[in-house]
């Protein structure tokens, strides 16, 4: 990564301190810096995102309604990532109506090869894309 000095550093430090984080409590304290940063950095969203998705599932399950609700479209498919792996039903219906394909196509993705919410299921095989469609067709084949 090159700094040209105008653009925010911490995303991708965070990111590489989740990489790092071995304990309950660095995965903590990473969560709870991603959680401050998410509302103050304009940019660096998919590193947010991605470091996110590195830690356990028990530190970041109390933030998947959260990230459902974001504004940002990485943290929406981070939390599509996330809770396919905890099987927070309610948190996948309402992403599996997302405004942006590429979070619907995440939680299809996801979803294959996994027994998940059956609704959930129909409402992506209902999608208007055709890659979204294909992708749960799989997992009931």
Avoid: F, Y
């Avoid at 653009?7 to 301190?17: I, K, V």
């Avoid at 981070?78 to 809770?83: G, P, S």
């Avoid at 027994?115 to 009931?140: H, M």
């Amino acid at each position: 990564m090159r700094w040209n000095g105008a653009s925010d550093s911490r995303p991708s430090a965070l990111l590489l301190a989740a990489r790092l984080a071995k304990t309950d409590a660095e995965q903590e304290a990473v969560r709870d810096l991603a959680i401050r940063l998410v509302t103050t950095v304009a940019a660096g969203h998919r590193d947010l995102a991605q470091a996110l998705i590195l830690l356990d599932e028990h530190i970041v399950e109390s933030l998947l309604g959260v990230l459902a609700a974001a504004e940002q479209k990485e943290l929406r498919c981070a939390a599509a990532i996330m809770c396919s792996r905890t099987s927070d039903d309610a948190v996948a219906e309402r992403l599996a109506v997302d405004k942006e394909p590429v979070v619907r196509k995440t939680l299809a993705r996801e979803m294959r090869g996994r027994e998940q919410n059956r609704a959930v299921l129909a409402v992506l095989r209902g999608d208007s894309r055709w890659s979204v469609r294909q992708l749960v067709q799989e997992v009931g084949t």
